[in-house]
């Protein structure tokens, strides 16, 4: 069964380039590219009310290239995000680490709903730690464990700022040390991959709430046929107030779970003020 969506996925794939290659009335593409810089610092001399130095720095980049034509819409995306820690007269420590890229085509036929196909990725960008204990601990690395999602299904994006797809997904999953992530506790390999075939839910959506107040909201859901009470979530919500041209503030919130990662719900929150600039 999943050898056979597999190549289903491949014959959709192939066809909708070859067409997606041919020539078309109209058509545009749309790049967009956003980096920002945000970075706290404080410094401490004969301070006699406590306290102690600190400098923390987070670089992010968000990424797009969309297509439109009057039957094919191409939609890429990668966000990046790095950040690190020091305090006092301790090592630099990781507080942001993500890597996450969205590929998406849909042919509009003339319904409500068009049929898409979609690449999702996901991983960390360099090595991740657990700071609980007296020392670090390596806990993720790129790819380790790493993330690839499949979709074929339909998608709604008649507005233009919203829309939502369904689809039967397959999700790998890859590891190299870190095999907690892929192994199936039912046997007595350790596996360093992990094959699931489920449903995939993604709805996206922003609101300007004023002229300078935007909201934007990313709601991803995953399921595996074998286990269609237990689902992944992945909610990335940001709200950016923009002071000028170049000076953003960011508050940001994102809830993962997962439950080979945590029995429990992970949640990261951070409000930074920093320097934004529009590439494209």
């Known amino acids: 069964?999943?050898?056979?969506?597999?190549?289903?996925?491949?014959?959709?794939?192939?066809?909708?380039?070859?067409?997606?290659?041919?020539?078309?009335?109209?058509?545009?593409?749309?790049?967009?590219?956003?980096?920002?810089?945000?970075?706290?610092?404080?410094?401490?001399?004969?301070?006699?009310?406590?306290?102690?130095?600190?400098?923390?720095?987070?670089?992010?980049?968000?990424?797009?290239?969309?297509?439109?034509?009057?039957?094919?819409?191409?939609?890429?995306?990668?966000?990046?995000?790095?950040?690190?820690?020091?305090?006092?007269?301790?090592s630099f420590k990781t507080n942001d680490n993500d890597f996450y890229m969205e590929t998406v085509l849909s042919r509009s036929l003339g319904w409500a709903v068009d049929p898409f196909i979609g690449n999702?990725?996901?991983?960390?960008?360099?090595?991740?730690?657990?700071?609980?204990?007296?020392?670090?601990?390596?806990?993720?690395?790129?790819?380790?464990?790493?993330?690839?999602?499949?979709?074929?299904?339909?998608t709604y994006d008649k507005l233009t700022d919203f829309n939502t797809r369904l689809g039967i997904a397959v999700q790998e999953t890859f590891t190299n040390r870190f095999r907690q992530y892929s192994d199936n506790p039912s046997t007595t390999k350790v596996e360093a991959f992990k094959l699931e075939t489920g449903l995939q839910s993604v709805t996206q959506g922003k609101l300007e709430v004023l002229n300078n107040l935007l909201f934007t909201s990313s709601l991803t859901l995953f399921s595996g046929f074998e286990h269609l009470d237990v689902w992944d979530v992945r909610w990335d919500n940001a709200l950016v107030a923009k002071v000028n041209s170049l000076i953003n503030v960011n508050l940001g919130f994102l809830l993962i779970y997962q439950k080979d990662q945590s029995p429990t719900v992970q949640m990261k929150q951070a409000l930074q003020l920093g320097i934004v600039y529009a590439i494209l």
């Open 1 to 90: 069964m999943k050898n056979k969506f597999l190549l289903i996925v491949a014959a959709f794939s192939v066809n909708a380039c070859l067409v997606f290659a041919q020539k078309d009335s109209i058509n545009v593409w749309i790049p967009t590219a956003i980096t920002g810089l945000n970075v706290s610092q404080l410094a401490l001399s004969n301070w006699t009310q406590g306290g102690e130095n600190s400098l923390t720095w987070t670089f992010t980049a968000d990424l797009g290239a969309k297509y439109i034509s009057s039957i094919w819409t191409f939609k890429n995306s990668l966000k990046v995000a790095y950040g690190r820690t020091k305090l006092g007269g301790g």
């Open 120 to 154: 999702t990725i996901r991983t960390t960008i360099a090595p991740g730690y657990s700071y609980s204990g007296n020392a670090a601990t390596e806990i993720a690395n790129f790819f380790d464990p790493g993330y690839v999602t499949q979709s074929l299904g339909f």
